[in-house]
């Protein structure tokens, strides 16, 4: 049953829960989840973003948190070009268990859409790296601003999280946008054979925390 729920708005932008329903999910496992998905108004970028309360979410006062950004390819088509449909897979089960939110952000290809996204593939196949192919569109490596999932959780009541990533810049803004970050876990390495680079790069560039042995994969 939906349930529209309006709660008060917040002092980050006015930011509220419009709407709220259980759907129960089915992972690629074969595991069923119990999951309710939020809605809001008043989000900072006026675009349409998700939160997916999974396990005890509302009695947990440091709920685990995954913030994911969109990613077609990967998420719905099964890409393994990257590593985002296993994290998202990934992330689903651990947050069921522990109790928490995953954000699912409207940030298709770090913010520069889908189409510029496959247009970075076809360089990327000419030899650039997923940062590289950004910047000769003359688009930014990374464009995504985390002040929405800031205004998400504070629309849920939430101040202080667990995050489930291995990405240090998510930390840094939460942390900026008045989020306590208690703790951050990484996610597992999601290795295929087409991706080895695009990892490596991630850590490389950007610091993410992964770790590939030359062996692996």
């Not at 932008?13 to 419009?18: D, F, P, S």
């Not at 910047?135 to 202080?160: F, H, I, K, P």
């Not at 840094?172 to 996610?187: I, K």
Request: hydrophobic share 35%; with cysteine.
């Amino acid at each position: 049953m939906t349930t529209i729920d309006q709660r008060p708005a917040t002092a980050t932008g006015g930011c509220a829960v419009r709407a709220q329903v259980h759907v129960p999910l089915k992972t690629p496992f074969g595991d069923w989840l119990g999951a309710d998905v939020f809605s809001f108004t008043g989000l900072s970028d006026q675009e349409e973003h998700v939160a997916i309360g999974l396990g005890d979410h509302r009695n947990n006062p440091e709920p685990l948190v995954r913030v994911h950004s969109e990613c077609l390819t990967g998420d719905v088509l099964g890409s393994a070009r990257c590593d985002c449909g296993p994290q998202l897979n990934e992330a689903l089960q651990e947050i069921e268990k522990a109790g928490g939110y995953l954000l699912y952000l409207r940030q298709e290809g770090r913010g520069i859409g889908l189409y510029n996204k496959i247009d970075t593939y076809v360089l990327q196949d000419e030899g650039l790296d997923t940062y590289e192919a950004n910047e000769r569109l003359d688009l930014a490596a990374d464009s995504r601003d985390y002040q929405v999932a800031a205004d998400m959780l504070a629309a849920l009541g939430v101040s202080r999280v667990r995050l489930l990533t291995n990405n240090p810049e998510k930390v840094r803004q939460l942390r900026a946008c008045g989020v306590e970050v208690t703790e951050r876990l990484s996610t597992g390495v999601h290795l295929t054979p087409y991706n080895r680079h695009y990892l490596e790069t991630k850590a490389r560039v950007t610091q993410h925390a992964i770790e590939l042995t030359r062996d692996a994969g």
